[in-house]
DNA sequence: TGTACATCAGTGAACGCGCGTTCACTGATGTAC
DNA sequence: TGTACATCAGTGAACGCGCGTTCACTGATGTAC
């Protein structure tokens, strides 16, 4: 496997390995040691490229905000500007990239205490949520929409994100097996958005 | 402090040591040896009342969840039947309890794999939700609503939970800072329950 | 009421473990001359 | 082109730490007679 005594890829192969690990391990956290073990270096080459183990798990959050917004941009590549769909797109990518990386998704939205808040993952998550701000202004510009463009957009993430942590907490399984999420979002969504009649 | 040989209430007093333990480092684990400092015992003592340190942790959700369902009750209390108010108090005092025990909320809901499924645990969780259901199919019948009540409860609960989660884990604080977070969620119940008319 | 004894909730010391981090080192690389 | 040497990414062993759990024990309690 590891044929030269310089690595040279190491910085990224251990960010890479922690967010593997990450992935297997649901558990919030994961150990330095096995990230070396899986990169095949010694517990003491991380220090070679990074300051301790909290810089290393920065990141990995960090790298997992580029992700979504690239995410977000591919999946609402397709709509033109202000079509309702793009606004779908992108809770639909939450919702998947939550499902498929767990305890990344949690990392990345739940402040750990003892991970120092950091700057670039900060703005990192502030550009995400300024996509789906940005998608809801447009939308709210091109229908006419009367509401507070940012009320609906906050409204919409937590729908969204709500969703997504009850689903990979398994919380919807204990209570309603039966629910389709998506059909869930997608219609609390059209609701929040007033695209539904009043019914009462 | 310690007067007698014998504690007589340790076991209540572990399950305490170990929820305030929780609340004070917001991580998500705690650790036994703490609890047992807190309680003014040997680290052994817990073995005659518990099998290992995951049932102290059971019972800590247990008995988060027993409080939240009084809180809701104590909560609704005021309200006839049917009021939409009973599901704004509950929908406050879900809010209310994350801010209050972060922490512990995150491990109510939460699953760790770790924690065998516990089946009094999940039993409480499906008592808490069968509450909000409740609310909301009184509500549907008084007010004739035509929607599926059980689909506007899990709306309703995920916007809720969504707005607790954002909120303990500092995420609308990076944000969107000046955010009302009660006034976000009751306009956005408003429009789940389809309380305010279409203005596209 | 007094004594013998079973019960059981506590003690305190020790265990093995995996962790993050440090240390003096060594081997490979690249550059100056 | 060949050599000397500075640079730096790696090694491997060790550290101190706190953890959950086990062990033989001990002191207090309650009950039978």
């Known amino acids: 496997m590891k044929t030269t005594y310089h690595h040279g890829e190491l910085r990224q192969a251990l ?3 922690a ?3 990450i992935a297997e391990r649901q558990g919030n956290d994961f150990s330095l040691s096995d990230a070396c073990r899986r990169a095949g270096v010694s517990t003491a080459a991380p220090y070679r490229h990074f300051p301790d183990k909290t ?8 790298q997992g905000f580029t ?5 977000f941009r591919a999946a609402t590549a397709a709509f033109p500007a202000g079509a309702p769909d793009r606004i779908v797109a992108v809770g639909q990518v939450y919702l998947a990239f939550a ?3 767990p305890a990344l998704f949690r990392m990345m939205f ?5 991970l120092s808040e950091d700057d670039i993952v900060t703005a990192q998550g502030r550009a995400c949520f300024g996509y789906v701000l940005q998608e809801v202004i447009d939308y709210c510009a091109f229908h006419r929409v009367a509401g507070d463009a940012m009320m609906i957009a906050v409204q919409l993430w937590t729908l969204v994100h709500g969703a ?3 689903t990979i907490d398994g919380d919807y399984a204990k209570v309603a097996p039966d629910l389709s999420v998506s059909t869930m ?6 609701k929040l958005l007033f695209l539904l009649p009043m019914r009462g």
Chains 1, 2 share one sequence.
Do not use: C, F, T, Y
Not at 55 to 62: L, T
Not at 67 to 71: E, L, P, S
Not at 185 to 190: D, F, L, N, S, V
């Open 19 to 21: 967010r593997h690990l």
């Open 67 to 71: 992700d979504m917004g690239n995410q």
């Open 15 to 17: 960010i890479d390995a």
């Open 55 to 62: 810089a290393i798990i920065n990141e990995v959050v960090a």
């Open 164 to 166: 997504a942590s009850l």
């Open 99 to 101: 499902i498929q990386e």
């Open 185 to 190: 979002i997608q219609e609390g969504a059209q």
């Open 110 to 114: 739940s402040q750990k205490p003892n």
